[in-house]
C-alpha cells in the first residue's frame, strides 16, 4: 500500500465549478499536512498547509480526518489557472524535514 | 524569496558515462532533498542531508550518490547512467523540522541514451 494514495484523475471541470480531491494516507503517527500545487514542467510550490481544525485560503478549504487518515482539498469557483496537478503531502514528524508526496491529482478547468 | 538553482535545465548523457547534479540555494537552510519524478509514480526521495558532510539514504539510493560540503550546495552523482535513470530530478530545500516547507528548484531533465 502506498503511504499516500491520491486519484490521480484527470479531472476535467468547466469553469466555475467547485471540485474537491481526497487523499488518504497509511501512517497513523504523521504530524503535518500539505497541499502542493505543480504546474506542467514546473517544480512543486506549497499551495496550503492543512491543519485539524480544517483551513481555507480564499477559494481553497483543507480539511484533516486524522481518525479516517484523510485529507481534501476543496476548490471553488474554478479559474483556468487553477489547471494544475495537486499533491498530498504528509510529514511523519519523527524523520526531520523528510515529506511523503502523494503522486497527485491532475486537473484541468475548461473555459 | 528563496532560491533554489540547479545546474541545468536539461542533460543529455550516454550510458556508463558519471553524472553530476548540482543544486544550491540561498537562503541558509539545513536541509536539503534530491527526488526524481516519474509519470504515474510521483516523487520519490533519492537522498537527503541535514547538515554539511552529513547524508541520508531516501526511498530509492541505488545508482546514486550524493556530496554536501557546503551548507548552500548539495550534488547527486550518478556514478555509472543507466537509461533507468532518465528522468526528471528536483532539488528542495527546507529549514530544519517537520512542518517546514520544501522549496524546489527548477527541475534537471536527464535523458541518457
Known amino acids: 500500500r502506498k503511504e499516500v494514495e491520491q486519484d490521480p484523475g484527470p479531472f476535467n471541470v468547466p469553469e466555475g465549478a467547485t471540485v474537491a480531491f481526497n487523499c488518504t494516507y497509511s501512517?497513523?503517527?504523521?504530524?503535518?499536512f500539505f497541499w502542493y500545487r505543480q504546474d506542467c514542467r514546473k517544480e512543486p510550490k506549497l499551495l496550503m498547509s492543512?491543519?485539524?481544525s480544517g483551513n481555507e485560503d480564499g477559494r481553497f478549504t483543507a480539511q484533516l480526518n486524522r481518525a479516517s487518515q484523510y485529507i481534501s482539498l476543496l476548490i471553488r469557483d474554478s479559474k483556468l489557472s487553477d489547471s494544475a496537478t495537486y499533491l498530498c503531502?504528509?510529514?511523519?514528524?519523527?524523520?526531520?524535514?523528510?515529506?511523503?508526496f502523494g503522486q497527485g491529482t491532475e486537473l484541468s478547468v475548461k473555459p | 524569496d528563496v532560491k533554489v538553482t540547479q545546474s541545468s535545465r536539461y542533460l543529455v548523457k550516454r550510458t556508463g558515462e558519471k553524472v553530476f547534479l548540482e543544486c544550491v540555494q540561498d537562503?541558509?537552510?539545513?536541509?536539503m532533498f534530491w527526488y526524481r519524478q516519474d509519470p504515474g509514480l510521483g516523487l520519490r526521495l533519492i537522498y537527503f542531508?541535514?547538515?554539511?558532510?552529513?547524508?541520508e539514504k531516501g526511498d530509492i539510493p541505488e545508482g546514486y550518490s550524493v556530496s554536501r560540503e557546503k551548507k548552500e550546495r548539495f550534488s547527486l552523482i550518478l556514478e555509472s547512467a543507466s537509461t533507468n535513470q532518465t528522468s526528471m530530478y528536483l532539488c528542495?530545500?527546507?529549514?530544519?523540522?517537520?512542518?517546514?516547507?520544501?522549496?524546489f528548484g527548477p527541475g534537471t531533465r536527464l535523458l541518457v541514451l
Open positions: 501512517n497513523s503517527a504523521s504530524q503535518s
Open positions: 503531502v504528509v510529514n511523519l514528524g519523527n524523520q526531520g524535514g523528510k515529506l511523503i
Open positions: 537562503m541558509d537552510h539545513e536541509n
Open positions: 492543512v491543519y485539524s
Open positions: 528542495a530545500s527546507s529549514l530544519p523540522g517537520g512542518g517546514e516547507t520544501q522549496y
Open positions: 542531508s541535514y547538515d554539511v558532510k552529513m547524508k
